[in-house]
């Protein structure tokens, strides 16, 4: 007589990196084109606050500035970019990824922004998004007053 067993949900989750990769390789059989080639959640990222900005950098080698473009929409900052390489036949391939990348990473942004005044430079292959606190949302001192 069998036992049932219970599976726990964290034994599932641990291969899905592994799995993401597996599907990924499929379509790229299939298409005949990479359809994601920058890690499992697309580009690496950093998201951190100072005093007076959020700021969010993300690594993006090989890209140009002109390949890359930034939009923010109701809370959402949305960064996406497709990079070409020419395709020089150098022999019989067995696996072929660096010839072309697409991406798409969004992120929630704290609404305390002031929207106006973002700003996105790219030096050396890292983007960076600078994304002011409004003055409302900054902290202040508040003088107290003795009688």
Do not use: C
């Amino acid at each position: 007589m069998m036992l049932p067993t219970r599976r726990r949900p964290t034994a599932v989750l641990r291969n899905f990196p592994e799995t993401r990769w597996d599907v990924d390789r499929l379509f790229d059989e299939l298409l005949g084109r990479p359809f994601v080639t920058m890690g499992p959640g697309g580009p690496e990222a950093d998201f951190y606050e100072t005093e007076d900005d959020f700021v969010l950098e993300l690594n993006l080698p090989g890209f140009d500035l002109d390949e890359v473009e930034v939009n923010l929409e109701q809370g959402v900052l949305s960064i996406s970019g497709e990079h070409a390489v020419e395709k020089e036949e150098k022999g019989t391939y067995h696996l072929r990824e660096r010839g072309w990348q697409r991406f798409t990473r969004s992120f929630s942004v704290p609404h305390s922004i002031d929207a106006e005044s973002v700003d996105a430079s790219f030096h050396k292959g890292v983007l960076t998004v600078k994304l002011p606190k409004a003055a409302e949302a900054k902290p202040r001192r508040i003088e107290i007053k003795g009688s």
